[in-house]
Each structure stands twice: as C-alpha cells, then as structure tokens.
C-alpha cells in the first residue's frame, strides 16, 4: 500500500468542483448542491489516486465502475472535469429539456453514468450487482497471468440510501458473498431533508455493517483529511473477503454560510453565499462555470492514465486470446451483448398431444434446455427456488468458496428473501454487461420490488423476471399471495415486456423474445397450475405478442386472453360453438410486443366486425384497450383449492360461454362493431 | 419479575399445538407444518403466562397484540384452543372456499387476527406500528392512577420476515423510538424455503438489532427450555426504553421424522410421520384434531383470566370518565372510530377568486384546518416533510423525550428514509384504533410500499397517503421521479381510493371522503405545481368521485380529466369553443368513488351522445374504461422546467383542443356514441 502523495492542484480542484456543482445547481434554480460540495474531497481523492476507467472509452470493460447512490450534480462535474462526453454547456443545461445532464442520472442517456440513480438506495443495490458480476466473470475467466477481470465498484451513498430497505438488503447479500471489490462510501453529514439525522436515523451504522460481515473504516474529517480518505480507500482494496463501508465525516455544503445545516441539502445556495464561498475558495467571485487550466490539466492526466490501463489491458486480452481462444471467443461475445448463434433452436416446442403441465414448469424446462449453451444467464431466486423452479439440475451455487456451497464462477444465486434488493442487485448485473440476470419470486412479490422493476425499464436493463403464482390459480394461499392489480401496474411501465405465456410454445416465444431484447426488462408470468398445450400455438406466432390462436370466418365473437385464462376461453367457444356462435380466440401474450407490430397486423388480429370479450383472472383494468368487454376479478382472489377459486369467480368454460352469449346478445342490435384498436389518434 | 412456575398441562399442551398444526396442514393437504411444530412451546408460554387478552371479545381495547408475522396455521389453532370464533370445523376448513381460516391470516375475516400477514416482514412493520399507537395514546391519555393504555405488543417472525428491508426500515425506526412494549421473538431455525439459512442469511441478527438500538436477549433451546422462554419475555417486559428482539433456536417441525430441514417447512407431513409424531407426544397415532380435555380447560382458565382483566379494566375506565370526563369522552369516540361531530364544517372551500395553489398546499391548508379537531391523526412523512407539507404549525414530533426533540404524545412522526417501512406502520396503527395515520413520500416512492399498501386495501386499514409531486409537473427532478404507471397501479387496487384533486375544493372533498371511509386506505396525488381554482368545483360534487364541471348542452365532446390536467382541459375546451365545438367537461378525482355511485349518476356524468376523450399526463392505461380516445405520456416524463415538460408532450391548452378537433372530427360520420359505461354485463 503505497503512501499518499499530495498534489499542489489538488485543493484547487477540490474548489473546482464544489464551485462548479454550486454554479450547475445554481442556473438550473433546482438540485441539491449540498451534497457535492460536501463530497467533493472525496470523489476528487478517489478519481485522482485510485479510479481506473478511460474517459475516451466510457464501455471499456475492465473499468472500475463508480456508482452515484445519492445521484446528483456532482457526478456530471466529475465527467465533464474528466473528459467524458460531457460539454461545459451540457453543465450549463442541467436539469433542462432534452439535455444531457436530467436532474438525476439515467444509465443509457448519459456518457460515463453506468446506472440510473437518485431513487434511493437503488445505486447501493447496483453495486452490489455490478461487484457480483466482477466475481463471477473474474472466477469464470480469469487465468493464472491473466488478471482480466478485476475492477472495483465504487458506490457513494448518503443517509437516505441507508435507511432504505432495499440497500439493507443489498448489504446482507454482499456481506454473506464476501464481495471484496465493493467499496462503499458513506457521506455521513448528519443531515437529511427533513433535518439533522438524528430526528429519525440514530442507529449504528458502523456495527451494522459490522453485523452483515463488511469490513468498516471511518475517516473523522472528510473535507480536509486526504490522507485519510487515501488511507482508507487503499485499505479498503486491500481486504479481498469483505466488502468495505468508509464512513465519511464530512459537511454538507462545506464552504456555504448555510454549511452543515439541510438549509443548502436541496435548493440552489443564494447569490452572496456562492461569491463568499468563491473568494474563500480563491476563486473570483463574480465568474460562473469556471473551470482553472490547472484543473482541466490535472484530470486530463488522470484520463491519460486510464487510457494507458486500457491499452494494457487491451494487449492482455489478446495475449489471452493466443492462449485461450476459447475463452476469449466467449468472453468477447458476450462483452459485445451477443448471444451464440442459433441459441435459440434449443428452444423447446410442442404439440396439444404433448401433456399439460405449469407454465413454470415449462420455464424450467426452457432454463435446462438454453443454459448449457448461455454461459450468460445469471440468476436466482427470494428464496423460493423449488416453487420457482429456477435451478436447473447440474448448476452451481455463486457463492464464496470458503463457504463450501459453491464457487464465484457459479451461476445461481441465492437471494434469500430479499425482492427488491434482489432486484436492483439484477440491474447492476445487467449495467456489468456480459451478464444476462434473471430474478424469481411469486408474481405478486415483484411489487415489492417495484421501484427497482421501473428503473430496469427506465435504464434500459435486461432482467428477466420468472414471476410464478400468478393468479387465484395459486389456490390454498389466498388473497394476500394473489396478484391482482400486478399485471396492469408492469404493462403501463414503458419498455417493461410483460408476459404471460399460456403455454408451452409462448413459454419459449416469451424467453426467445426476452432474452434477444437487450435493452428491455421482461417479466414471465407463469403459473402454479398445469396447463394443456394450445391447438394452433407457436413459438413464431406467440413471439408477435399476439396472434389468432383460433381462427373463425364471420365471427360472432372473438375473445382474447392471457396465460392460464386462453385454455378456459378455448372451452368456452366450444361450448359456444355447439350453440351456433362462431368464436375467435385471440391470445395476447405481451401487450408491449403486441403493440409494436405494424397497424395492420394488429387490425388482423383484434378485428372490426363482432364484439371482442378480454378474459383474465386478474383486475380487468387496461383490458379495455384492446376488447369490448372484459371479464376478470372484480376484486381480491380467494384461498381454496384453485379449481373451486376459478369456479367462484366464474372463470370456467361454462360460465365464459354464457357471459360470451350475453356479449353477443347485446352487440347484435348494435350492427358492425368497430375494432378497438381503430382510434381518431394514436400517442 | 416473578419465577416461572411449570404447570402439570404444559407439555400435553404444546404437543396438542404441535399434533393440531399438523392434522390442519395435513387435511388441507397444503400449508407450512414445521414453524407451529417448532414454535409451539414458546407460543405456550407466551399465551398461558403473558398474554392479556380476552377471547370473548377480541375487540378489547387493551389487550395485548400478538402478530404472526410469518402468517400461518399456528395462529388459528391457538385462537381455537383460546375459545375465539374459531371451531374445530373452522380449522378443518383450513385453506378452503369461503373459510374463516385462509391461507394466511387477514385482518377483518376472522376474530382475534390483528394484522393481515403472510408476506414477510409485514407483521414485523405492522407490530412496530401497534406499539407506537401503545405509546401514543398512553402518553396522550394515561394519568396518575390510571394506567389505561399499557398493552404489549408481540411479534413473532422467522428468518424470512428478517431478510425483508420492509422489516429492517421499521426496526431501526423502533429502536430510534425506543418502543418499550414492543416483544419480538425470532424463530432462529437455520431453515427457509432454499434449504439452510446459511446459503444466503449469515449476518449477526444479534449485532444488527444491537446496532438499531435493541435490547437483544437469546434462548438456546427453544425446543424445551420453558423457562428459558418465561424469562426472557420477562425480561423483555421490564425494559422499558428499548423494544427486544429474543432469539430463540427452535427446530424446525420438532417431532417429525425430518424435523430441522426443510423438507417440513411448506409441505404436509407424510402420514407414517404424522403417526410417528403422535405417539411420540403420548397421543393416539390415528386420532385426527384431538384435543386433550385438560388443554381446552388449561386454554379456559387463560381466557377466563383475560375476561377478569379486561372487566378490570372497564371499571378503570370508568372510575377515569368521573375524573376525566373529556379525555374520557374523547378517547370512547376514538376508540368507537367515530370522528367528531361536524369535524368536517372545518374544511375550506374556495371559488375561482381564490389564488391558485399547488394541491400539495391545499393539502396542508387542509391539515391545518382540521388537525385542531382531529387529534386521531398521526403521522409524517418519509424525510421529505418540507415538500410534501405533512407537518403544520406547532405539531410535536413523536419521539422519545429523552431525545429533547418531541414526546409520545406528538402526532408528527419522523418515518426517515423508508417508504416501506412507513406504510407497514401505518398499517399497525390503524390496527390499533383510535389514531387515523396519514403517511407522506413523492407519489413515485409509493411504489417502494407497494408491498404494505395492497395490505392496507385488503385488510381494510384506513391508511391515508398525502402523496406529492404526483406528476411531470414536478419538471427538474425528471423521469426517475415522474410517476406513470403508479397511478393505474393504484387504481387496478381493490379497495383502494387513489384521490387526484384538481383544485381546493376536490382537495377538501378528498380529505372529506378519506376520513370518512374507515375501511378504506387513500392515497391523495397531489401536484407540485400551482392549480387554479376551479369555475364548477365543490367539495359535495367531487365527493361522488367524478362530475361534470363544465356543462353544455348537444356537447361535441366530453374531456375526462383528472388533477392539474382538469385546468387544461378547461383551456382546450374555452379555444374548441371559439371554433364551434361544444366541450363538456368531467372532472374525475376517484375512480373507485365514481364507480360506487348508481348506474343513472354514472351515465349522467359520461353520458352516451358525443365522443369522449381522456386527459392525464400519465399512462393512459386505464382509462379506456370511462373514454373513446385518451391523450397522455407516450413513455416516460422528462427532466426540465414543468411548463416546458408539458409543451413537450403536447399536455396544453392549445394541442388538446387541436386533439379534441381530431377526435370530434373522426366520430362524426360514425353517428351517435355510446358511453363507455353502457355494458353488456358487470361484474
Ligand atoms: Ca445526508
Ligand atoms: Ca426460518
């Protein structure tokens, strides 16, 4: 552990960025300036002494990746200083329409921001999952002489990160996975938006930590001592079987008259503060956004040096090519997000003569078939891996080695009962790259997980989410296990794929169209229950979102349905049939998908001419886009066998024959019905 | 602290616990026999030596509260073997159609269940809410003499409900408010659903609860070790400025032939072992759903006891209405949960004269105007107090008083950072009576309790949420913070008013409807930004959750609306005017209120004649259900100025009246329109 070197720039740049984040916030009039300014000796120590990462290559592999919990200003000044693909008028745009610099960073929109954060203790979570990443790839590829995977994952975080359930649980995780690359640095300036910390947050941080199995440091002076963040930085990458928490003394909006107070926490700091605080800092207090050559030199060095790594690294790699081409070819395939060719014919299909089984059970059967061929999928379950089915036999556990339970190049991870850090765990995965996650719970715990669920979609992240029980179907544990209003809250998130296969070739539609759409979450809502392989399914068709399952000319009726519901509605139009009413069966696996097909696609399959009636055991909310009439729950489920529970809710064959016969009574007076989907305007 | 003295029926009552939790699985074929099984013994002592509660009315005010917060069957054989409404039939029944015992325990279905619970870490939160009502109205209410309001609270929770964040939010917040009567006891088996708990739960739970500011206390052999059991709970009750946490090793379906693996966790025993377990325990191994006569009369005499306390304690309460009479009168309305007369003459109407104002404001107007009268309001917000104004002038924190910053008897509750663990609280407090909580975050963090807010709905907790920044118009913290699917979320949940107020008088109306649904959890969306007030408003129209605000008679068009959106469809409609075009208006702040009025209400309000379209600047799903056309957010919000956001995305006066031109336009050759309401059937 080499000694702490100081720098004649480095207070000037410390000044440069604590000033530069007050003159962001301060033209944008909204942002939090408080925290930068307190944590800029820190970034500047950490980006100065220790980050690897080239700015000129914001996707080289082997980076470090720096994490933003408490997302804010402070990380845009740091790319811009950087040179990151980040403009002094993008700084100037902050928090402005259509600009690069939103008010919190989003992974995927700006250069250098490797996931979404500002929601907090979701940054914590990403870290978790991106040094879970580094573990595994490491364990998998890495080779004596051949170090390739081995970066750090920096995460800052704030007070509101740590008391938010969702880094708890990350921490619990990391801690029991011996991460040692994950390096968390809590900004502890006692204050929150509501005021000083000990209003609500009196806990011990330090033994908390200490609880989970993490290494804890403490630097007692964060806006001056920077030796001490050297020191405990360099300790901290020194501790290879732990992660490592440095809490931080520092004071928010160090150099404000308001400083320490959460006066400067979330609002620009008034005119007079800014200049005072410029002249403390040396700086002229009347110029804006200025940046000295010194500090644009110093960080155009560090740039140069992490140039220089990755040119490094870029020779290793082709050293390692020479030695590995196995390896290589894989490793490199997966760095560029590519699945191996033809993947896909390993995708199971069936016929009605194959036998009825859960939809879950289908998606275990897909996960046996495609896993020996996708090193990529890395996934688990909240503990629930014998109902999830989410274990294919012969896989490994990740775990840490010492544990005897498995080993980092393993694949499946335990998650115990833990859904949203699981979750947000998943997106740092997915933001590693080279990874494809996979979560699992029951259906109706994915809500409590929904705040990470919105920030894949929002970010971008691949996560494939095998979300079983989906319905009353789950039968005996009742209404507080039955997803209702589930299935419409994940298909009005945008760029959220939500399907629910109705069985055993849009099991596999489901998983082909998930696992070749790199930039969208999909969650496969898969039943307890058994059900028939559908006369007319296939992969191909099912992989449209949605498609005419049974075709009839001049219908009197069409009715469209999801998941376990399109066998049920199968029923109904022969019973229907037998009565002279000529019924269509829609399925429609995945709204999303569904809807970006071309118009007259879709006006072939949800056709004008008869009335169309949705079946769906579930809320009926949303149905009504894409049908005439809707039958569904019309509230909670109920606990029971799941036959008798579908027979109360009249979700039978019989029972949809008769609410289908009253569909069409009630529309023939009516004359030619006209497809909902046929609109004065589309959004 | 008296010794515990061992009683003759003791074992023979632990083992019927034990044999009963079996037989009920096992005819229901479908259950989780193994934590009764391991936690019968310290159910015993809890039951026979501790708990205050009296069978015959379960409703008494001061029992003690006992939370299964890893909901199961042993929660129902107790409450048979008590002598609550709960037959031996009932428990055969278990997991049945229509049963009074469901899968999991809900609040409100069967006598003598507290909280709903089931889905982990819920009955943790709810059980930290229970004792802060405890704390709260003994502070407000208890005098010298007159220990009226002194119950414990008793949690019992598994390792699944500790791995929750839902679980570690409420425990670092009950032990900041060092909640003295608040017993948890964790069932420390090393078992969950994946297999040992060591393949993902390893943390110190001890050291955790020590870092939150527990008492911690352990028995190590919580197969046998009755007093082990009495004395820790013993001490637990005397330690009065800390909750406990009690780890207690049980093994998991103790008596069975797999006890301690998981293998007797969520299946039924086989029936050789279930004969085995029997004679084991001395009883006849084919005898089914017996009961040792010397149990249900040890059982008796524990209910007698409760019957003698609380008829103890009626004569308390009255001996403090002589000499309290108005804190008397008050705490008997409370605990009746009635409000008080004409509270509701309180709050403010407006006219359009009056200023515009954002509806987060109106809200706090509100608040301010009603909490005077209303002390059975508690509560605050989660760390964003100054932006979601939850917190008027001269309210007291709740906090210890030790910490100088409030006493028990303040009502304003500082939640920290923890979404989830707020609303699982409040959850408890409602479960506790007498105290109406409101709970306060940006509505996008709603979704981080998503968990804890279906439970409100479905156990019929009034949990009111002043949920602020409800939408685009919160501009500069952009799309991570902008709402879109949390709406239709909300809405899609049984028995959940999701409130989105346009102007003062909706806001009134709101509050007005929220309070007086006392089954009922609201959530009220509430803007950032500034709204006028209404031409058309008033609190007794909203209140019906939907009406026409603007009338015209042979309307070319109704625009639906909801919140900020309702002023611009005023404006399109004033521009449309100016073209010929009659606009009414429809003004719907709740979808469920809506939806509960008479048929001829309904139609009335969206009548059939002309088209309808939909105004929200949110997801348009959903609302297909009361329009022909919607306009809303194609995708996700944007980062920016408010104003500029909503030109962004065509959300104007202007571009709507040009929408409505088109929608006009394109339902004219198609003749006279239906409502949308007019349906073939309902469900
Ligand atoms: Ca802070
Ligand atoms: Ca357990």
Redesign the interface.
């Known amino acids: 552990m080499s000694a702490f070197a100081p720098l004649q720039a480095d207070d000037v740049a410390i000044a440069t960025i604590r000033t530069l984040s007050v003159d962001v916030v301060g033209k ?1 009039n ?2 939090h300036p408080g925290a930068p300014m307190g944590m800029a000796p820190v970034t500047h120590v950490l980006f100065s002494r220790f980050l690897n990462a080239n700015p000129k290559n914001s996707k080289w592999f082997n980076r470090d990746r720096f994490v933003l919990s408490n ?1 804010c200003a402070l990380q845009y000044v740091t790319l811009h200083l950087l040179g990151y693909q980040l403009s002094m008028d993008d700084l100037k745009a902050f ?5 690069k610099t ?3 960073p ?1 992974a995927g929109h700006t250069d250098g921001i490797e996931v ?6 979701q940054g914590f979570g990403n870290g978790v999952g991106l040094a879970i990443a580094q573990a595994h790839l490491a364990a998998v590829y890495n080779k004596d002489g051949f170090d390739l995977i081995n970066n750090f994952t920096y995460v800052f975080c704030g ?3 740590l ?7 990350a921490a ?2 990391a ?2 996975l011996q991460l040692g690359n994950l390096i968390v640095i809590y900004d502890d300036n006692h204050i ?3 005021g000083d910390t ?11 930590f ?4 993490w290494q804890v440091l403490h630097v007692d002076d964060g806006d001056n001592d920077l030796k001490g963040m050297y020191n405990a930085i360099a300790e901290a990458r020194q501790e290879k079987s732990k992660p490592t928490i440095i809490r931080l003394r520092t004071t928010i909006g160090y150099g404000s008259k308001q400083q320490g107070t959460h006066g400067v926490h ?1 609002a620009p700091l008034k005119a007079d503060d800014i200049e005072a605080l410029k002249s403390r800092f040396g700086f002229a207090p009347d110029q804006k956004f200025h940046v000295p050559q010194e500090t644009y030199d110093l960080y155009a060095d560090f740039g140069k040096r992490g140039a220089a790594l990755e040119a490094e690294w870029n020779s290793l790699l082709a050293a390692y090519g020479q030695k590995y081409p196995k390896e290589h070819a894989e490793l490199t395939r997966r760095i560029s997000g590519k699945l191996p060719e033809g993947w896909e014919k390993n995708l199971p299909v069936y016929t009605p003569a194959d036998a009825a089984q859960a939809s879950r059970k289908l998606s275990e059967i897909v996960l046996t078939s495609i896993i020996p061929s996708l090193p990529d999928l890395i996934g688990g ?1 909240a ?5 999830n089915l989410t274990k294919v036999k012969g896989s490994v ?1 990740f ?1 840490p080695p010492s ?1 005897g ?1 498995g080993t980092y190049a393993g694949t499946y991870i ?8 699981m979750a947000a765990i998943a997106n740092g995965l997915a933001a590693y790259g080279a990874v494809v996650p996979f979560v699992a719970t029951f259906l ?2 994915v ?2 997980a ?2 990470a669920v ?2 894949s979609a ?1 970010s971008g992240h691949q996560v494939i989410w095998v979300a079983t029980h989906d319905s009353i179907g789950l ?7 039955q997803p ?2 589930t299935g ?8 959220l794929a939500f399907w629910r296969p109705a069985d055993g070739n849009e099991t596999s539609a489901a998983y082909y169209v998930a696992l070749e759409s790199k930039k969208t979450p999909s969650v496969l809502s898969l039943s307890r229950q058994n059900l028939p392989n559908l006369e007319g399914s296939s992969l191909q068709k099912a992989a449209r979102g949605g498609y005419v399952l049974h075709e009839e000319d001049n219908e009197d009726l069409t009715i469209v349905s999801s998941g376990s519901e399109v066998s049920i509605a199968v029923e109904a139009a022969a019973k229907l049939k037998a009565q002279g009413i000529k019924t269509r069966i829609v399925s429609l696996p995945c709204w999303l998908v569904f809807d970006q097909q071309d118009e007259e696609y879709r006006l072939s399959v949800l056709r004008s001419g008869a ?1 169309i009636l949705s079946l769906e055991a579930s ?4 149905w ?2 894409y049908s ?9 489920g ?4 799941y036959q ?2 579908y027979e ?1 809710f009249g979700i039978t064959g019989s029972n949809i024959a008769v ?1 289908g016969k ?2 069409v ?3 023939k007076p ?1 004359g030619k019905v ?1 497809s ?1 989907l046929v ?3 589309h ?1």
């Open positions: 944008a909204s942002g997302g928090r402005q329409l259509d600009s939103p008010g919190h989003e979404t954060t500002g929601p907090l203790g007070d509101g990160c008391m938010e359930g969702v880094a708890s649980e619990s995780l801690g029991h929150s938006i509501d000990n209003v609500a947050f009196t806990e011990n941080v330090e033994q908390r200490s609880s989970y199995g979330g379950s503990d629930l891996t014998g109902s556990d775990q544990t339970l335990r998650y115990g009962v833990r859904e949203h850090g109706n715990f809500s409590y929904s705040g919105r920030l929002l039968g005996e544990d009742g209404p507080t296990h209702v209003e419409i809250a994940l298909r009005a998130t945008p760029n009335p809320s009926t909310a949303g009504q886009k005439h009439e809707q039958f569904g729950l019309p509230a909670w109920a606990s029971g066998p008798k529970v109360k609410v009253k569909v009574d009630f529309y009516r006209e909902p609109k004065a305007f959004l």
